[in-house]
């Protein structure tokens, strides 16, 4: 019954691949709009680039780069690597970044203007 978990690894795997394949296509006929994604979206209409979105793009990108080196280096051993603990703390220190630039925009800007304070 050795060749169950083999088969098993093959779907997986293929199943996998069809997936990086679809998803790659469409974005690359434009079914996938990704017009924007970059950009922030304020009330007044300006849509300039968001240093914190591309900060979370380069971090997250640099992230799965570095593990999936770790993961084509341990390749023969049958398991996946540990996730560094550094790793997580500059992902974890990422998202923290983007998501309080976030609630900034939400609550401090907000309240700003409700009360006739200072625009950005």
């Known amino acids: 019954m050795d060749s169950l ?10 199943f996998l691949f069809c997936l990086a394949a679809l998803i790659s296509f469409r ?5 996938i709009n990704t017009r924007g994604v970059l950009r922030t979206k304020s009330p007044s209409g300006d849509h300039e680039i968001s240093p914190a979105r591309v900060q979370l793009l380069l971090f997250t990108l640099a992230a799965a780069g570095t593990y ?5 280096a341990s390749l023969g051993s049958g398991r996946l690597p540990e996730v560094p603990e550094s790793l997580l ?8 970044f983007y998501l309080g630039t976030k609630a900034y925009a939400f609550f401090v800007q907000k ?10």
């Open 5 to 14: 978990p083999h088969v098993i690894e093959l779907v997986v795997l293929g």
């Open 89 to 96: 703390a500059v992902l974890g220190g990422s998202n923290v």
């Open 111 to 120: 309240h700003l203007q409700a009360i006739g304070g200072p625009r950005r």
């Open 68 to 72: 999936l080196s770790e993961v084509l």
């Open 27 to 31: 974005l690359l006929t434009g079914e």
